[in-house]
């Protein structure tokens, strides 16, 4: 090598692997990804764990080989939703397929919506109760 360091290839909107490192260029937003801490808890269906800790800023569910919560199952599709850990540390739910039916608490949902403590999330057919972790517990 001659010594000259490469620069880093660009991140784009489109990228689907969220498990690439983040820089975070002020303290307040270091800060805001430890205090992510959320729970999604399976209570029926196919998936590869029956809970999964929501620490990062983006979530995302499907089956493709890079989601967080993977959904299992013949017909599980590779990308339904993302959940996002907002900097008021809210969580906010929205499906990223048209056509595909995402249930919070009974109601379909068409864009954005929060996440509050016990909701019940119901994505191709597996069942989830949100569960927003405090200090205290």
Same mark, same amino acid.
């Given at each position: 090598?001659?010594?000259?360091?490469?620069?880093?290839?660009? &991140? =784009?909107?489109?990228?689907?692997?969220?498990?690439? $490192?983040?820089? #975070?260029?002020?303290?307040? !937003?270091? *800060?805001?990804? %430890?205090?992510?801490?959320?729970?999604?808890?399976?209570?029926?269906?196919?998936?590869?764990?029956?809970?999964?800790?929501?620490?990062?800023? &983006? =979530?995302?569910?499907?089956?493709?080989?890079?989601? $967080?919560?993977? #959904?299992?199952?013949?017909? !599980?599709? *590779?990308?339904? %939703?993302?959940?996002?850990?907002?900097?008021?540390?809210?969580?906010?739910?929205?499906?990223?397929?048209?056509?595909?039916?995402?249930?919070?608490?009974?109601?379909?949902?068409?864009?954005?919506?929060?996440?509050?403590?016990?909701?019940?999330?119901?994505?191709?057919?597996?069942?989830?109760?949100?569960?927003?972790?405090?200090?205290?517990?």
């Amino acid at each position: 090598r001659d010594g000259s360091a490469e620069a880093p290839a660009p &991140v =784009t909107a489109a990228s689907e692997d969220f498990e690439k $490192t983040m820089v #975070l260029s002020s303290p307040s !937003a270091r *800060s805001h990804v %430890a205090t992510c801490s959320a729970h999604l808890r399976v209570l029926s269906g196919s998936t590869d764990y029956p809970e999964y800790r929501l620490t990062k800023l &983006v =979530t995302t569910i499907g089956s493709h080989k890079h989601a $967080t919560v993977k #959904l299992t199952g013949w017909f !599980a599709p *590779s990308s339904t %939703a993302t959940i996002t850990c907002r900097h008021d540390q809210t969580y906010w739910i929205n499906p990223t397929r048209v056509g595909k039916k995402i249930l919070v608490n009974g109601r379909e949902i068409s864009g954005d919506q929060e996440l509050k403590k016990g909701d019940r999330i119901e994505i191709a057919g597996v069942v989830f109760r949100f569960e927003l972790k405090t200090h205290h517990q």
